[in-house]
């Protein structure tokens, strides 16, 4: 009994583990509305905390690389958002990483996020932004390499 006992805690241990690792690498942004791709995003660790930036735009709409944060404030506002870091501060709470913030470049807004993998398509991330009690959730799909247009 001891021994099925270890061998659940230790499975559930490392399926946390890899989860958690799971979610770092590059991640493809669709758009809400059209459904295209959108952009690329890093998703890395620093520090045991989860960081993620802007490392490629697809080539859509009026400045498609080029596109600057007209709607940040501070210190973002009119910064290109390609390197843009987006996704700040998320920590691991062994099932999801959460209590970390995440901006909208399209509207300079930040909301306060939870990122976690989808449990039946590793190769799905779901974004979730907050603002109080109402929320959004975005599908992020896995990808290996960045285009080099």
Same mark, same amino acid.
């Given at each position: 009994?001891?021994?099925? *006992?270890?061998?659940? *805690?230790?499975?559930? *241990? ?101 990122? !976690? ?17 109402? *929320?959004?959730?975005?599908? !992020? ?9």
């Amino acid at each position: 009994m001891m021994k099925k *006992f270890l061998f659940l *805690f230790a499975s559930m *241990f490392v399926y946390a583990h890899l989860s958690a690792q799971s979610c770092l690498g590059y991640w493809i942004t669709i758009d809400d509305e059209s459904g295209l791709k959108k952009s690329i995003v890093e998703l890395y660790k620093k520090d045991g905390k989860m960081y993620g930036k802007v490392v490629y735009i697809y080539k859509r709409g009026k400045d498609g690389p080029h596109s600057l944060c007209d709607q940040c404030e501070g210190s973002l506002k009119n910064k290109p958002v390609m390197g843009m870091q987006i996704v700040k501060n998320m920590s691991w709470d062994g099932s999801e990483w959460a209590g970390g913030t995440i901006l909208d470049p399209d509207n300079g807004k930040v909301y306060d996020a939870k990122i !976690w993998i989808h449990p039946e398509n590793h190769d799905k991330l779901n974004v979730r932004g907050y603002i109080g009690p109402f *929320f959004r959730t975005q599908t !992020w799909l896995k990808t290996e390499k960045i285009p080099t247009d």
